[in-house]
Nanobody, 126 residues
């Protein structure tokens, strides 16, 4: 069973930065496509950033240019660097993983992801 554990959430003022980490317990991390999702109170969960096996990245329009997703296969970890944070970025952030083929691209559909972390709260004050 693959387990994901997020860390690094917290509270910050608008314009500030935070870095989220996701540690993944699996022997074949390199065979997974990964993504970050977020869910604000009263809203549906939405995709934020994703990466496939070939390290092709994709971002939601709302975070492009401000957020950077990265992964370290040796450390079996996924990261999300968040800069120029806005109050509307306030949400619970989730790390997600799915076993994928080498040729697959990044997907934003929740149901495509089999494994989820417990979430990390990010709060941005104005």
């Amino acid at each position: 069973q693959v387990q994901l554990m997020e860390s690094g959430g917290g509270s910050v003022q608008a314009g500030g930065s935070l870095r989220l980490s996701c540690a993944v317990s699996t022997y074949d991390f390199g065979n997974y496509c990964m993504a970050w999702f977020r869910q604000a109170p009263g809203k549906e969960r939405e995709g934020v950033a994703g990466v496939n096996r070939l390290s092709t990245f994709d971002y939601a329009v709302s975070v492009k240019g401000r957020f950077t997703i990265s992964k370290d296969n040796a450390k079996k970890s996924l990261y999300l660097e968040m800069n120029s944070l806005k109050p509307e970025d306030t949400a619970m952030y989730y790390c997600a993983a799915r076993y994928c083929m080498r040729s697959e691209g990044v997907t934003w559909f929740e149901h495509d992801y089999n494994f989820w972390g417990q979430g990390a709260q990010v709060t941005v004050s104005s």
